[in-house]
């Protein structure tokens, strides 16, 4: 990646001088917390369209469910719901990310003016996929993913979640680059909520610095996931409900944009987009010479050294939702 910020570049896609916003449309009657809301291609785009005016830097299209126990669609169904939004959003300017586990679907998304190819799987879905992305020359976005969530892969097991999940994806990221995927166009994602436990999903988020050490730019896909809501509700309460979690949300973009993530994706974008901005100015202010004290100040750390307070134990559960 390239090292002119330490949250890296990808090439193909605009550079930012700060954590990129991805705003996320579901094209799905199940997802876990707007199913249905886009269903409709019309109102979908239109959605597209107010993230990016929120101030979304990619907007991530998705026909497909990944939640526990969620059914897949055919390819038929997530084609006809998800290649008219991506045309639409992309004719009007909008830079356009494609979730899918289908290499079928990514390369008609490609065609169709996308921009990115975000696989939860990391192309471990389908077979097609790397070839497809490697000859379309497309940035990629591998993810850490354990098996579709479904009987035991639900709930992952882990002796040392980080390492298991820094050493499982430098394993895949090196298949992808096997299979002729440009280093500079690989993105990571930790794959918070997939086959992982709200304390998992935690420990990811205390130790970004382990994951950005892998070196490639790091997509960090919080929002509004299942975590946030063990972590509101307290010991004893009950969880809010999915779309009550978008000011937790804002503070982990925050925070996954002080450690150094190349961007963020989220379902509410204002108050992420307003975050990620606070965080380079305090990020900016640390390192301008003309700031009191910046120069002189021991004990300095790049966003990428910085770590959040180590997680309680919580109870294991999974979400893997998009």
């Known amino acids: 990646m390239s090292k002119q910020s330490g949250r890296g ?11 990129a916003v991805m705003g996320v449309v579901n094209v799905t009657p199940d997802s876990f917390s707007d199913g249905g809301r886009w269903f409709d291609t ?23 469910s990944t939640r526990p126990g969620a059914t897949r669609v055919d390819e038929a169904e997530e084609l006809r719901r998800v290649i008219p939004v991506v045309r639409g959003l992309a004719s009007e300017g909008v830079v356009v990310s494609v979730d899918t586990m289908r290499a079928s679907v990514a390369a008609r998304a490609l065609a169709a003016g996308a921009a990115l190819v975000n696989d939860v799987s990391g192309g471990l879905a389908d077979p097609r996929m790397i070839p497809v992305v490697a000859d ?21 097991v882990y002796d040392d979640v980080v390492r298991e999940v820094v050493d499982e994806l430098r394993a895949r990221v090196d298949a992808v680059l096997a299979g002729g995927v440009a280093p500079d166009r690989i993105v990571v994602d930790p794959g918070l909520g997939f086959s992982k436990g709200a304390d998992h999903d935690l420990a990811l988020l205390a130790h970004l610095d382990r994951l950005h050490a892998l070196g490639y730019p790091l997509l960090v896909a919080a929002s509004r996931k299942r975590f946030l809501g063990r972590v509101l509700a307290g010991p004893e309460g009950a969880p809010p409900p999915a779309r009550e979690r978008d000011a937790a949300t804002a503070a982990v973009s925050a925070l996954a944009a002080h450690a150094g993530a190349w961007a963020v994706r989220v379902h509410e974008v204002r108050a992420t987009a307003d975050a990620v901005r606070v965080a380079r100015a305090v990020e900016g202010a640390r390192t301008s010479p003309d700031t009191p004290g910046a120069a002189t100040e021991p004990g300095a750390h790049s966003p ?16 893997g939702a998009r």
């Open 136 to 156: 379309a020359g497309a940035p990629f976005v591998v993810m850490h993913w354990r098996g579709f969530l479904q009987g035991g892969n639900v709930k992952g």
């Open 42 to 64: 019309t109102a979908a785009v239109k959605h597209g369209l107010q993230l990016a005016a929120e101030g979304a830097d990619l907007v991530d299209v998705g026909g497909e």
């Open 9 to 19: 570049r990808v090439a193909g896609l605009p550079e930012w001088d700060r954590s």
């Open 304 to 319: 990428a050294d910085a770590q959040a307070p180590q997680p309680p134990h919580t109870p294991h559960g999974a979400e």
